[in-house]
Protein backbone atom coordinates (compact mmCIF):
# COMPACT_ATOMS: atom_id res chain seq x y z
CA UNK A 1 0.00 0.00 0.00
CA UNK A 2 1.09 3.31 -0.71
CA UNK A 3 2.02 5.99 1.86
CA UNK A 4 0.82 9.54 1.79
CA UNK A 5 3.24 11.90 0.81
CA UNK A 6 5.82 14.18 2.95
CA UNK A 7 5.30 17.77 2.84
CA UNK A 8 8.69 19.95 2.97
CA UNK A 9 9.08 19.93 6.55
CA UNK A 10 8.50 16.24 6.83
CA UNK A 11 5.53 16.00 8.16
CA UNK A 12 3.10 13.54 6.60
CA UNK A 13 0.21 15.47 4.09
CA UNK A 14 -3.64 14.25 5.18
CA UNK A 15 -5.11 12.32 2.26
CA UNK A 16 -7.57 15.20 1.76
CA UNK A 17 -4.55 17.43 0.48
CA UNK A 18 -3.33 14.69 -1.97
CA UNK A 19 -6.37 14.90 -3.65
CA UNK A 20 -7.38 17.05 -6.96
CA UNK A 21 -9.89 19.91 -6.25
CA UNK A 22 -13.13 19.25 -7.35
CA UNK A 23 -14.98 20.47 -10.74
CA UNK A 24 -18.07 21.36 -11.64
CA UNK A 25 -19.68 19.26 -14.81
CA UNK A 26 -21.53 21.73 -15.39
CA UNK A 27 -18.67 24.05 -16.08
CA UNK A 28 -16.80 21.81 -18.09
CA UNK A 29 -19.49 21.60 -20.53
CA UNK A 30 -21.11 24.66 -20.38
CA UNK A 31 -20.24 26.62 -24.16
CA UNK A 32 -19.25 30.03 -24.31
CA UNK A 33 -21.95 33.06 -24.78
CA UNK A 34 -22.64 33.23 -27.97
CA UNK A 35 -21.21 36.30 -29.96
CA UNK A 36 -23.39 36.01 -32.71
CA UNK A 37 -25.14 39.16 -34.34
CA UNK A 38 -28.17 37.08 -35.42
CA UNK A 39 -31.27 36.78 -32.90
CA UNK A 40 -34.67 35.26 -33.00
CA UNK A 41 -36.82 37.34 -34.60
CA UNK A 42 -40.37 38.12 -32.86
CA UNK A 43 -43.37 36.16 -33.40
CA UNK A 44 -45.28 39.11 -34.84
CA UNK A 45 -42.06 39.33 -37.37
CA UNK A 46 -41.77 35.52 -37.27
CA UNK A 47 -45.56 35.61 -39.40
CA UNK A 48 -44.89 37.43 -41.75
CA UNK A 49 -41.20 35.42 -42.29
CA UNK A 50 -43.12 32.31 -42.62
CA UNK A 51 -45.09 33.43 -46.15
CA UNK A 52 -41.43 33.91 -47.41
CA UNK A 53 -39.29 30.80 -49.64
CA UNK A 54 -36.63 29.54 -47.47
CA UNK A 55 -34.25 29.78 -50.70
CA UNK A 56 -33.16 33.71 -50.77
CA UNK A 57 -31.39 35.56 -48.08
CA UNK A 58 -34.35 38.63 -47.41
CA UNK A 59 -33.47 42.48 -46.23
CA UNK A 60 -36.66 44.57 -44.69
CA UNK A 61 -36.18 48.16 -44.36
CA UNK A 62 -38.44 51.32 -44.97
CA UNK A 63 -38.73 53.57 -48.10
CA UNK A 64 -37.62 57.29 -47.18
CA UNK A 65 -38.66 58.33 -50.52
CA UNK A 66 -41.39 60.87 -50.75
CA UNK A 67 -44.50 59.37 -52.93
CA UNK A 68 -43.90 61.79 -56.38
CA UNK A 69 -40.42 60.36 -56.55
CA UNK A 70 -41.61 56.76 -56.04
CA UNK A 71 -44.20 57.52 -58.90
CA UNK A 72 -41.62 59.25 -61.37
CA UNK A 73 -38.94 56.16 -60.87
CA UNK A 74 -42.12 53.78 -61.02
CA UNK A 75 -42.98 55.51 -63.82
CA UNK A 76 -39.76 54.06 -66.15
CA UNK A 77 -39.89 50.70 -66.39
CA UNK A 78 -44.05 51.20 -66.39
CA UNK A 79 -43.24 52.86 -70.15
CA UNK A 80 -40.37 50.83 -71.16
CA UNK A 81 -42.12 47.50 -70.48
CA UNK A 82 -45.59 48.70 -71.72
CA UNK A 83 -43.54 49.77 -75.07
CA UNK A 84 -42.04 46.23 -75.04
CA UNK A 85 -45.20 44.46 -74.59
CA UNK A 86 -46.80 46.86 -77.74
CA UNK A 87 -43.99 45.51 -80.06
CA UNK A 88 -44.50 41.78 -78.85
CA UNK A 89 -47.70 41.94 -79.45
CA UNK A 90 -47.28 43.74 -83.29
CA UNK A 91 -44.78 41.33 -83.99
CA UNK A 92 -47.01 38.47 -83.16
CA UNK A 93 -49.62 39.72 -85.40
CA UNK A 94 -47.55 39.96 -88.41
CA UNK A 95 -45.96 36.71 -87.54
CA UNK A 96 -48.39 34.63 -86.41
CA UNK A 97 -50.20 34.50 -90.72
CA UNK A 98 -46.49 33.13 -91.77
CA UNK A 99 -46.22 30.18 -88.89
CA UNK A 100 -49.81 29.08 -89.38
CA UNK A 101 -49.27 28.92 -93.13
CA UNK A 102 -46.11 27.11 -92.64
CA UNK A 103 -47.82 24.83 -89.57
CA UNK A 104 -50.27 23.91 -92.43
CA UNK A 105 -47.81 23.01 -95.40
CA UNK A 106 -46.03 20.46 -92.65
CA UNK A 107 -49.27 19.46 -92.49
CA UNK A 108 -49.27 18.26 -95.52
CA UNK A 109 -51.88 21.13 -96.85
CA UNK A 110 -50.98 23.66 -99.73
CA UNK A 111 -50.17 26.68 -98.19
CA UNK A 112 -48.20 30.16 -98.77
CA UNK A 113 -45.20 28.28 -97.23
CA UNK A 114 -44.86 24.98 -99.15
CA UNK A 115 -41.95 24.83 -101.37
CA UNK A 116 -42.05 23.18 -104.64
CA UNK A 117 -39.17 20.85 -104.68
CA UNK A 118 -39.57 19.86 -108.26
CA UNK A 119 -39.13 23.57 -109.67
CA UNK A 120 -37.59 25.64 -107.24
CA UNK A 121 -33.59 25.81 -107.27
CA UNK A 122 -31.74 24.07 -105.24
CA UNK A 123 -29.95 27.47 -103.93
CA UNK A 124 -33.31 29.23 -103.89
CA UNK A 125 -34.16 26.31 -101.22
CA UNK A 126 -31.64 26.79 -99.22
CA UNK A 127 -31.94 30.49 -99.07
CA UNK A 128 -35.57 30.05 -97.82
CA UNK A 129 -34.58 27.36 -95.13
CA UNK A 130 -31.74 29.65 -93.66
CA UNK A 131 -34.19 32.69 -93.63
CA UNK A 132 -36.67 30.44 -91.83
CA UNK A 133 -34.52 28.97 -89.31
CA UNK A 134 -33.32 33.01 -88.88
CA UNK A 135 -36.30 33.71 -88.07
CA UNK A 136 -37.32 31.10 -85.57
CA UNK A 137 -34.33 32.07 -83.93
CA UNK A 138 -35.31 35.38 -83.83
CA UNK A 139 -38.74 35.04 -82.49
CA UNK A 140 -38.53 31.83 -80.04
CA UNK A 141 -35.18 32.73 -78.55
CA UNK A 142 -34.38 36.08 -78.43
CA UNK A 143 -37.96 37.61 -78.37
CA UNK A 144 -40.25 35.03 -77.22
CA UNK A 145 -37.03 33.74 -73.89
CA UNK A 146 -35.69 37.30 -73.35
CA UNK A 147 -37.07 40.37 -74.27
CA UNK A 148 -40.66 38.88 -73.70
CA UNK A 149 -39.72 37.84 -70.15
CA UNK A 150 -39.66 41.57 -69.17
CA UNK A 151 -43.16 42.90 -69.45
CA UNK A 152 -44.21 39.10 -68.19
CA UNK A 153 -42.18 39.61 -65.04
CA UNK A 154 -43.05 42.93 -65.07
CA UNK A 155 -47.02 42.65 -65.55
CA UNK A 156 -47.62 39.18 -64.42
CA UNK A 157 -44.54 38.28 -61.70
CA UNK A 158 -42.98 35.00 -62.22
CA UNK A 159 -40.07 34.46 -64.88
CA UNK A 160 -37.94 31.57 -66.39
CA UNK A 161 -35.34 32.08 -63.49
CA UNK A 162 -34.60 29.03 -61.28
CA UNK A 163 -36.59 29.84 -57.72
CA UNK A 164 -38.49 32.64 -58.99
CA UNK A 165 -41.81 32.84 -56.13
CA UNK A 166 -43.24 35.92 -57.04
CA UNK A 167 -45.53 34.57 -60.18
CA UNK A 168 -48.66 36.48 -60.01
CA UNK A 169 -47.28 39.23 -58.32
CA UNK A 170 -45.17 41.67 -60.54
CA UNK A 171 -44.15 44.74 -59.65
CA UNK A 172 -47.72 46.41 -61.31
CA UNK A 173 -49.48 43.98 -59.08
CA UNK A 174 -47.27 45.27 -56.28
CA UNK A 175 -48.18 48.98 -57.21
CA UNK A 176 -51.66 48.40 -57.89
CA UNK A 177 -52.84 46.84 -54.26
CA UNK A 178 -50.30 49.05 -51.88
CA UNK A 179 -50.24 52.40 -54.47
CA UNK A 180 -48.01 54.98 -53.35
CA UNK A 181 -48.09 55.47 -49.65
CA UNK A 182 -46.10 58.07 -47.78
CA UNK A 183 -42.63 58.35 -46.84
CA UNK A 184 -41.39 55.60 -44.63
CA UNK A 185 -44.47 54.15 -45.12
CA UNK A 186 -43.79 51.83 -47.65
CA UNK A 187 -42.32 48.23 -46.48
CA UNK A 188 -39.16 47.48 -48.69
CA UNK A 189 -38.37 43.46 -49.11
CA UNK A 190 -35.29 42.67 -51.54
CA UNK A 191 -34.11 39.14 -51.67
CA UNK A 192 -30.96 37.71 -53.13
CA UNK A 193 -30.38 36.55 -56.61
CA UNK A 194 -28.48 33.55 -57.68
CA UNK A 195 -25.59 34.27 -55.90
CA UNK A 196 -27.31 32.82 -53.07
CA UNK A 197 -29.30 29.84 -53.82
CA UNK A 198 -27.09 27.49 -52.31
CA UNK A 199 -28.62 28.39 -48.76
CA UNK A 200 -27.19 25.40 -47.34
CA UNK A 201 -23.50 26.64 -47.60
CA UNK A 202 -24.65 30.34 -46.95
CA UNK A 203 -26.73 29.68 -44.16
CA UNK A 204 -23.36 27.97 -42.67
CA UNK A 205 -21.42 30.89 -43.99
CA UNK A 206 -23.06 33.27 -41.79
CA UNK A 207 -25.38 31.58 -38.74
CA UNK A 208 -22.96 28.89 -38.01
CA UNK A 209 -19.62 30.79 -38.40
CA UNK A 210 -20.89 33.65 -36.89
CA UNK A 211 -21.99 31.65 -33.78
CA UNK A 212 -18.58 30.37 -33.18
CA UNK A 213 -17.46 33.84 -32.94
CA UNK A 214 -15.94 35.03 -36.19
CA UNK A 215 -19.11 37.25 -36.38
CA UNK A 216 -20.29 39.20 -39.59
CA UNK A 217 -17.56 41.74 -39.80
CA UNK A 218 -15.38 38.52 -41.25
CA UNK A 219 -14.67 37.40 -44.50
CA UNK A 220 -16.56 35.65 -47.30
CA UNK A 221 -18.87 36.97 -50.12
CA UNK A 222 -22.10 36.60 -48.58
CA UNK A 223 -21.51 38.77 -46.02
CA UNK A 224 -19.74 41.18 -48.46
CA UNK A 225 -22.74 41.16 -50.20
CA UNK A 226 -25.17 41.97 -47.37
CA UNK A 227 -23.06 44.81 -46.47
CA UNK A 228 -22.80 46.21 -49.68
CA UNK A 229 -26.58 46.16 -49.74
CA UNK A 230 -27.26 48.02 -46.30
CA UNK A 231 -24.77 50.71 -46.03
CA UNK A 232 -26.57 53.99 -44.79
CA UNK A 233 -25.97 56.52 -47.77
CA UNK A 234 -28.01 53.98 -50.26
CA UNK A 235 -31.00 53.08 -47.86
CA UNK A 236 -31.47 56.75 -46.98
CA UNK A 237 -31.60 57.89 -50.09
CA UNK A 238 -32.90 55.52 -52.98
CA UNK A 239 -36.44 53.86 -53.31
CA UNK A 240 -36.86 50.54 -53.33
CA UNK A 241 -36.72 49.88 -57.24
CA UNK A 242 -33.68 51.57 -57.22
CA UNK A 243 -32.10 49.71 -54.96
CA UNK A 244 -32.77 46.63 -57.55
CA UNK A 245 -29.06 45.66 -59.20
CA UNK A 246 -27.47 42.10 -60.30
CA UNK A 247 -27.18 40.91 -56.66
CA UNK A 248 -30.37 42.15 -55.15
CA UNK A 249 -34.03 42.04 -56.52
CA UNK A 250 -37.25 42.98 -55.02
CA UNK A 251 -39.86 40.41 -53.23
CA UNK A 252 -43.13 41.70 -54.82
CA UNK A 253 -45.12 39.22 -53.10
CA UNK A 254 -43.54 39.70 -49.55
CA UNK A 255 -43.89 43.13 -49.95
CA UNK A 256 -47.60 43.26 -50.59
CA UNK A 257 -48.29 40.54 -47.48
CA UNK A 258 -46.24 42.76 -45.41
CA UNK A 259 -48.46 45.54 -45.85
CA UNK A 260 -51.31 43.05 -45.59
CA UNK A 261 -50.47 42.08 -42.15
CA UNK A 262 -49.55 45.63 -41.08
CA UNK A 263 -53.00 46.84 -41.82
CA UNK A 264 -54.47 43.72 -39.96
CA UNK A 265 -54.55 45.00 -36.37
CA UNK A 266 -54.72 41.14 -34.74
CA UNK A 267 -51.59 40.21 -36.49
CA UNK A 268 -49.59 42.13 -34.26
CA UNK A 269 -46.98 43.22 -36.52
CA UNK A 270 -46.40 47.23 -36.38
CA UNK A 271 -44.51 49.70 -37.81
CA UNK A 272 -42.10 49.65 -35.06
CA UNK A 273 -41.40 46.49 -35.51
CA UNK A 274 -39.37 47.91 -38.54
CA UNK A 275 -38.63 50.90 -37.71
CA UNK A 276 -35.99 50.49 -35.02
CA UNK A 277 -32.24 49.78 -35.78
CA UNK A 278 -32.62 50.17 -39.49
CA UNK A 279 -32.93 47.23 -41.93
CA UNK A 280 -33.24 43.62 -40.94
CA UNK A 281 -31.75 40.84 -42.33
CA UNK A 282 -33.18 37.45 -42.71
CA UNK A 283 -32.08 34.06 -43.43
CA UNK A 284 -33.41 30.92 -43.05
CA UNK A 285 -31.27 28.41 -40.51
CA UNK A 286 -31.85 25.05 -41.93
CA UNK A 287 -30.57 23.06 -39.01
CA UNK A 288 -32.38 24.85 -36.78
CA UNK A 289 -35.48 25.14 -39.13
CA UNK A 290 -36.02 28.84 -38.17
CA UNK A 291 -35.47 32.03 -39.42
CA UNK A 292 -33.00 34.46 -38.05
CA UNK A 293 -32.62 38.12 -38.33
CA UNK A 294 -29.49 40.48 -38.20
CA UNK A 295 -29.88 43.91 -37.96
CA UNK A 296 -26.60 45.24 -39.11
CA UNK A 297 -27.27 49.21 -38.09
CA UNK A 298 -27.72 47.76 -34.37
CA UNK A 299 -28.26 50.53 -32.08
CA UNK A 300 -26.73 53.27 -34.11
CA UNK A 301 -29.41 54.46 -35.78
CA UNK A 302 -31.18 54.85 -31.91
CA UNK A 303 -28.14 56.68 -30.57
CA UNK A 304 -27.82 58.64 -33.89
CA UNK A 305 -31.58 59.73 -33.23
CA UNK A 306 -30.90 60.50 -29.47
CA UNK A 307 -27.58 62.18 -30.30
CA UNK A 308 -27.74 64.23 -33.29
CA UNK A 309 -31.33 63.99 -34.67
CA UNK A 310 -30.77 67.62 -36.33
CA UNK A 311 -27.67 66.50 -38.34
CA UNK A 312 -29.85 63.24 -39.49
CA UNK A 313 -32.23 65.07 -40.33
CA UNK A 314 -30.07 67.93 -42.01
CA UNK A 315 -28.24 64.78 -44.13
CA UNK A 316 -31.35 63.20 -44.83
CA UNK A 317 -32.89 66.05 -46.08
CA UNK A 318 -30.16 66.49 -48.68
CA UNK A 319 -29.75 62.55 -49.60
CA UNK A 320 -33.23 62.56 -50.76
CA UNK A 321 -33.08 65.77 -52.83
CA UNK A 322 -29.88 64.24 -54.25
CA UNK A 323 -31.85 61.04 -54.81
CA UNK A 324 -34.28 62.78 -56.88
CA UNK A 325 -31.89 64.92 -58.52
CA UNK A 326 -32.60 68.13 -56.73
CA UNK A 327 -29.55 68.68 -55.21
CA UNK A 328 -28.90 72.39 -56.48
CA UNK A 329 -32.82 73.25 -54.74
CA UNK A 330 -31.02 71.89 -51.51
CA UNK A 331 -28.51 74.67 -51.57
CA UNK A 332 -30.68 76.92 -52.99
CA UNK A 333 -32.87 76.16 -49.90
CA UNK A 334 -29.66 76.52 -47.41
CA UNK A 335 -29.13 79.88 -48.74
CA UNK A 336 -33.08 80.80 -47.83
CA UNK A 337 -32.22 79.33 -44.84
CA UNK A 338 -29.17 81.46 -44.00
CA UNK A 339 -31.08 84.49 -45.10
CA UNK A 340 -34.23 83.95 -42.67
CA UNK A 341 -31.80 82.87 -39.66
CA UNK A 342 -29.31 85.71 -40.28
CA UNK A 343 -32.01 88.86 -39.56
CA UNK A 344 -31.70 90.39 -36.03
CA UNK A 345 -34.17 89.05 -33.44
CA UNK A 346 -35.87 85.75 -31.76
CA UNK A 347 -36.62 83.28 -34.10
CA UNK A 348 -40.49 83.31 -33.47
CA UNK A 349 -43.36 80.88 -34.39
CA UNK A 350 -44.23 83.43 -36.53
CA UNK A 351 -40.93 83.94 -38.66
CA UNK A 352 -40.72 80.17 -38.63
CA UNK A 353 -44.17 79.89 -40.60
CA UNK A 354 -42.80 82.49 -43.22
CA UNK A 355 -39.97 80.38 -43.66
CA UNK A 356 -42.25 77.26 -44.09
CA UNK A 357 -44.19 79.29 -46.47
CA UNK A 358 -41.04 80.43 -48.44
CA UNK A 359 -39.84 77.08 -48.76
CA UNK A 360 -43.02 75.13 -49.71
CA UNK A 361 -43.14 77.76 -52.61
CA UNK A 362 -39.46 77.66 -53.42
CA UNK A 363 -40.14 73.80 -53.52
CA UNK A 364 -43.23 73.39 -55.45
CA UNK A 365 -41.45 76.26 -58.23
CA UNK A 366 -39.11 73.61 -58.92
CA UNK A 367 -41.97 70.77 -58.82
CA UNK A 368 -41.10 69.47 -55.52
CA UNK A 369 -43.52 68.69 -52.84
CA UNK A 370 -42.44 70.33 -49.68
CA UNK A 371 -44.72 68.18 -47.13
CA UNK A 372 -43.91 65.09 -49.02
CA UNK A 373 -40.11 65.60 -48.70
CA UNK A 374 -40.27 66.85 -45.05
CA UNK A 375 -42.58 64.01 -43.98
CA UNK A 376 -39.90 61.68 -45.68
CA UNK A 377 -37.12 62.81 -42.88
CA UNK A 378 -39.53 62.20 -40.36
CA UNK A 379 -41.11 65.85 -39.94
CA UNK A 380 -39.89 69.60 -39.36
CA UNK A 381 -38.82 68.86 -35.56
CA UNK A 382 -35.25 68.89 -35.09
CA UNK A 383 -34.14 69.93 -38.09
CA UNK A 384 -31.74 72.87 -37.97
CA UNK A 385 -32.49 76.25 -38.22
CA UNK A 386 -36.03 75.43 -37.80
CA UNK A 387 -36.30 75.35 -33.65
CA UNK A 388 -37.88 78.61 -32.04
CA UNK A 389 -36.27 80.37 -29.73
CA UNK A 390 -39.44 82.38 -28.22
Not at 33 to 61: E, M, N
Not at 329 to 353: A, D, K, N, P
Request: one cysteine or more; hydrophobic letters at 35%.
Amino acid sequence: MARPPKARNGKRLPPSATKPPPTNPSSENAKPPSTSPFTTPSQPLKTLLSTFPTSHIYILHLDPTPPSHRQQIFLVPLLFNTLLLALLSYRLYTALPAYLALFASILGYTSPASINLSSTPLADVFSIIVKRMATFTFDGLILGRYVAEWPIMFFWGGGSGAKNDDTGTGCMGWRIRIGFPPARREVVVRRSRRWAYNMSAVSHSLLENSEKGSGIEGEGKEKEMIKAAVTKSRLRSKSGLSLVDRDWDLHYTGMVEAHALLSDSESGLEWEELEKGGPVVCVFHGAKDEWMIWRPWGDDEQKLAEEDEGGSKFRRFKDLLTAMGREGLFFRWVEVMQYETSIEGTFTEERREKVIQVSRELFEGQGVSWDEVIDGIGGLDGLPGMEVTS
